[in-house]
């Protein structure tokens, strides 16, 4: 299952690329990435012992189980504003906490965190969605973009039309 999301995500990302950038991934190259990525995942679920870096404040909650028949998205983007690279992730797990599916990859030319921030919640849903998922909990870590989701008005910023289409996606 976890192979044949990821298969289905590069097919995405191969088209987009096509389509923006010329780029072709060839079949083969696609179902390597793929497989690496479930590599990737499969890895970080066995992985134990401490943690590799410092949370950001000591007193943050623990990551917790979604309540049952719920799917969990985690989501986060870290932005090099010198050269307007962003670093994306998304987790996808059931309600007994196992990794569903996992995306993660570079963007170019954004320099907005905020943004990007919400570009990668977008991508949430869209995997949620993908997966089959109707009742899903998001979780991020940017508080203008966590905020902006939870009011019922539109968003007016630059970021706007994208939570507009994350709350559209939700529903």
């Not at 059931?94 to 995306?103: F, L, R, S, W």
């Not at 570009?119 to 979780?139: D, P, Q, W």
């Not at 902006?148 to 994350?166: C, F, H, P, T």
Request: proline share 5%.
């Amino acid at each position: 299952m976890h192979l044949m999301v990821n298969v289905a995500r590069q097919l995405r990302l191969r088209r987009n690329k096509v389509i923006f950038g010329g780029e072709f991934l060839s079949p083969t190259d696609l179902v390597r990435l793929a497989k690496e990525q479930v590599e990737a995942c499969d890895t970080a679920e066995r992985r134990t012992g401490e943690p590799k870096y410092t949370p950001r404040q000591p007193s943050e909650e623990r990551w917790q189980k979604p309540p049952e028949g719920t799917m969990k998205l985690n989501w986060d983007a870290a932005v090099d504003k010198i050269i307007g690279k962003v670093g994306t992730k998304v987790i996808a797990r059931d309600h007994e906490g196992t990794v569903i599916a996992m995306t993660f990859g570079p963007w170019l030319y954004i320099s907005d965190p905020t943004m990007a921030e919400a570009m990668t919640a977008r991508e949430a849903v869209e995997l949620g969605k993908s997966l089959g998922g109707r009742n899903f909990v998001l979780e991020g870590d940017a508080l203008e973009v966590v905020n902006a989701l939870r009011k019922k008005e539109d968003s007016m910023g630059s970021y706007g039309q994208i939570i507009n289409d994350v709350k559209l996606l939700m529903n």
